[in-house]
């Protein structure tokens, strides 16, 4: 499955309310070099096509979250991850580090798959993230000439993954979800529990996540989650995309293992 399929497939099998457990790893540090490394290194014969992309050549890894509200990532580094993501057909879903409509934009351009948007609290601030991601008329993103020069061809339209991650996401989480232009939500875990005042896995977080989850599925839209433990984990086959752990995290079970 090429990159943008996966894109039209989430969308289509959350319209059926099949969720597709699709698991992701969240990069947070990894330099181009580091994640075609990690990944296996280019395909055979150059970039990943058919039944050969879409995380089979990239030890399961199904799609890339670049992580650039916490980490070491920022914008610059978006192109070069982008470009490896391509060749091994894996889709790319940014972790924008506010609500800014320019960085959307950029990383738009450059050939994300889509933008995953922290901390979105209301319908209103949901609007306005569409009105960041799409061009006109749905909305008032902008196009430039550099664009071509990057070589991005049609990505179709981006993903728009408003995060539910405080007390009063979770409040408006169906409204949030119901915005037009809104392909789902993706639920930030652990600053939802310090929201609700506990810890990640204990009450009441876990009803709140089950109930984002029901929400959204029953809106026919797109749910996701990063979720780095197991328990949070063991919700996969609710979710579509399932942001497994980091890179860092990654990176410490191999060296424990390599050295203990
Ligand atoms: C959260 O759990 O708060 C997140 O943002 C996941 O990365
Ligand atoms: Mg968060």
Known sequence: MAASDLVSALRTAAADRRPMGRRGLWVSFLSAYGLEAALGGPPPGGSASGDQAGGDQAGGIQWLGLDLQHGDLDLANVVPLLRVAERAGLPVFPRMASHAAD??????????????????????????????????????????????????????????????????????????????????IFIGPYDLSMSLGCKPGQEPVMTAIASVVETVRSTGKIVGMFTGRPDLLALAPTLDLVAVDTDVSALRRGLADLFS
Do not use: K, Y
């Not at 901390?119 to 993230?129: I, K, P």
């Not at 728009?160 to 991650?165: A, F, G, I, N, T």
């Open 103 to 184: 960085a959307i934009g950029r990383v738009v351009d450059a050939g994300a798959q889509g933008v995953i948007v922290p901390g979105v609290e209301s319908a209103d601030e949901a609007a306005a993230l569409v009105r960041a991601i799409r061009l006109p008329p749905a909305g008032g993103r902008s196009t430039g000439a550099a664009r071509t020069a990057l070589g991005v061809t049609d990505v179709g339209e981006a993903l728009l993954l408003p995060m539910v991650e405080t007390a009063a996401g979770l409040h408006n989480a169906a409204d949030i979800a119901a915005v037009d232009g809104v392909d789902g």
